[in-house]
């Protein structure tokens, strides 16, 4: 007798105003189904009223992977077969950033709610195994531009057109060029709804097209989502891009007329050519000195090889509510913090008033302000005594984070410095340059250097990012 089904239950609880009335989904499951039903609130995920938001899009996609994961710890027993359920409401970019992740596994079903009516479309995403005599999307149109590195724009929409005006001007304040553009769609006055029947025909289109990219551009790196239909649509098209894609995917989300950065998969990827690295110290008058000009030149010199390919940001004398002020002006791909540990994991910044003495940002409020970088860096590097449990903490949200345990000497931080951004000149990938560092400053017997430590986040690309690749 064959083991039944076990059906995993993926809810986008994200929006609050609208949400799916679940007992529409269990009716559309077998009576005696084995379910297991896990939520994204439950896995860190901050719900809005309409399920889309300004920044912190990163919180969410951990908060999906961290859930997923979850999931499959619980229930892939290797013997029980699985079948993934998707639903919910959510923007257009969580809701591909879901399809994505999910692309892996051969079983899965949408469920998505009919706008203004109780019924639900599901249907299963599985690969046809031939064209469907009727294509799906009848306005389908390949359109070469100007850059044949650049990445590709890839428009689909179901009944809603997208703009190219609202594309182009995407990629020009991003600061890039397109090498094509895919548009993927249907008529606004022939609606066709995404369900059981259509769904095949729709998934080869979608399919075929995408593998056609490749060969047709193969110098193109990356693709850019640009989505417009039901959340189904979205999950749809992420889950035949992986891993089907070339190179790094960014899923903008579209906002009183503007698409807006949002998401990027892996979430990992690379953003710009150029990183940026924000200095940020603090030396409240009340506590020992730091030597900050000694601190920053170190890392000037060190990257004087590359100084025309990344930027160097110095705030010094960082008060409370600038850590978040510029994370959010400068989005830097490393943060690199120097300033004097409290006993608690946190930090004394500098106070507002004329006085400049110290105020403690404690490690909850530390590890908060970082977490809403948006878009979240890539590396964080605390130069400051006793943080390597706030590392640790942090470590969760961002591809690398670095800390010390114990007291962290001036003249130790310096050479870390140089030693580290050295290596990354050199085209060292994170990893290899702190392993690097660690080892020549361990030869050299510097004080303290064992206690420095680095931390991955396990859904992350474990240090491998490469800052200046030669």
């Known amino acids: 007798m064959p083991t039944p089904e076990r059906h995993v239950l993926l809810h986008l609880d994200l929006a609050t105003a609208n949400p799916i009335p679940m007992d529409s989904v269990r009716l559309n ?20 009223p309409y399920g889309s938001r300004e920044r912190g899009w990163h919180l969410w996609a951990r908060s999906f992977e961290a859930m997923l994961r979850t999931a499959r710890s619980e229930c892939e027993d290797g013997r029980t077969p699985l079948r993934y359920h998707v639903m919910g409401r959510a923007a257009l970019p969580m809701a591909a950033y ?14 998505n709610p009919r706008r ?7 249907f299963a995403l599985e690969q046809p195994s031939s064209a469907a005599a009727t294509p799906f999307f009848t306005v389908d149109r390949l359109e070469k531009r100007s850059d044949p590195r650049g990445p590709i724009a890839l428009c689909v929409g179901l009944g809603q057109p997208i703009s190219h005006h609202s594309v182009a001007d995407f990629f020009q304040r991003q600061g890039r060029h397109c090498a094509a553009a895919l548009s993927l769609n249907t008529p606004p006055n022939d609606p066709r709804f995404l369900d059981a029947e259509h769904a095949p025909a729709a998934l080869w289109q979608l399919t075929s097209r995408i593998l056609g990219l490749r060969r ?24 035949a891009l992986n ?8 899923i903008p989300n579209y906002d009183n007329g503007t698409y807006r950065p949002a998401l990027h998969f892996p979430l990992s990827g690379p953003r710009r050519h150029e990183p940026r690295i924000l200095l940020l110290t603090a030396a409240p ?13 170190a890392v000037q010199d060190a990257l004087r090889p590359v100084e025309s390919r990344c930027k160097v940001i110095l705030s010094t004398g960082i008060r409370g509510t600038d850590l978040a002020d ?14 004097h540990g409290t006993d608690r994991g946190g930090m004394y910044a500098v106070s507002a008033d004329a006085q400049l003495k110290a105020v403690e940002i404690i490690q909850r409020e530390l590890v908060e302000i970082l977490r809403h970088g948006d878009p979240p860096p890539r590396l964080v590097l605390l130069h400051i ?28 931080a310096a050479a870390f410095s140089t030693e580290f951004y050295g290596a990354l000149a050199s085209g060292l990938s994170l990893r290899a340059a702190h392993d690097r560092t660690m080892l020549n400053l361990g030869i050299l017997e510097k004080p303290g250097i064992q206690a420095i430590r680095a931390y991955h986040c396990p859904t992350g690309d474990q240090g491998e990012w490469i800052p200046f690749p030669r």
């Open 29 to 48: 499951l077998p009576a005696d189904a084995n379910i297991r039903e896990y939520r994204m609130t439950d896995h860190g995920a901050e719900p809005m």
């Open 98 to 111: 879901a399809g994505l992740a999910l692309s892996g596994a051969t079983n899965v079903t949408v469920h």
């Open 116 to 122: 203004k009516t109780p019924h639900l479309d599901s």
């Open 216 to 239: 047709q551009h193969e110098h193109s790196r990356g693709l850019v989502l640009f989505c417009a239909g039901p959340m189904s649509l979205a999950v749809a098209v992420g889950w």
């Open 243 to 250: 891993p089907r894609i070339h190179g790094p995917l960014w």
């Open 285 to 297: 008058q009340n506590e020992g000195s730091i030597d900050l000009q000694h601190q920053h030149r």
């Open 326 to 339: 510029k994370l959010r002006e400068h989005s830097p791909e490393i943060v690199h913090i120097l300033a």
């Open 385 to 412: 005594c006793g943080a390597g449990g706030t590392a640790e903490r942090l470590a969760q949200d961002f591809d690398m984070t670095i800390g010390a345990t114990e007291t962290l000497w001036q003249d130790t």
